[in-house]
């Protein structure tokens, strides 16, 4: 099972590239508590709350193309799961496709995790169209339910 979405975003390549591969970029968008270095091996850390933190290996870098990464420290249940970031040129901006994939067949909190992406992609979008995206534990988060308690990574079901 997967998780996928695409979004148009009115802004470059570059900017968009950035905003998935950097700190300043990730802090923006998706939690405050976030270390990324854009390079094939390396760890990017986020943390949620006082309780929880996620790790994903960067496995693939294609500069203003395609993100993927794996799994390093996640819940149980996103052991098997891959995170990849496709970029395309579109009219007045980008297309971005997120997928997040290998969940199990059974995976009962598939719905909640998917409101909860497109959340944050619409964070994203919000940070490269505006200057100002709505991260883990910022007001508008907490309004969407982003950031409800300490049990989960981007929200619990």
Same mark, same amino acid.
């Given at each position: 099972? #997967? ?9 470059? /390549? ?11 970029? @990730? ?10 270095? /854009? ?6 850390? !986020? #943390? !949620? ?6 790790? &994903? ?13 794996? /799994?390093?420290?996640?819940p149980p249940d996103w052991k098997e799961t891959r @995170?990849? &970031?496709?970029?395309? /040129? ?7 496709? &997120?997928? #997040?994939?290998? !969940? ?8 909640? &995790?998917?409101?909860?992406?497109? #959340?944050?992609?619409?964070? @994203?979008? @919000? ?23 300490e049990t989960g990574p981007v929200g619990s079901a």
């Amino acid at each position: 099972m #997967q998780i996928v979405h695409s979004v148009k975003i009115a802004t470059t /390549p570059d900017r968009l590239y950035d905003a998935i591969t950097t700190t300043a970029g @990730l802090s923006g968008w998706w939690t405050p508590r976030a270390t990324a270095e /854009p390079r094939v091996g390396a760890v990017n850390e !986020f #943390q !949620f709350g006082r309780s929880m933190r996620l790790a &994903f290996r960067i496995d693939r870098l294609d500069p203003t193309r395609h993100v993927s990464w794996s /799994p390093v420290d996640v819940p149980p249940d996103w052991k098997e799961t891959r @995170l990849t &970031f496709d970029i395309d /040129p579109a009219d007045a901006g980008v297309e971005l496709v &997120f997928r #997040q994939d290998g !969940f199990a067949p059974d995976y009962h909190n598939l719905g909640a &995790f998917n409101y909860l992406w497109a #959340q944050y992609l619409r964070s @994203l979008k @919000l940070l490269l169209e505006t200057g100002t995206g709505e991260p883990y534990g910022s007001a508008p988060s907490r309004a969407a339910g982003t950031t409800p308690t300490e049990t989960g990574p981007v929200g619990s079901a």
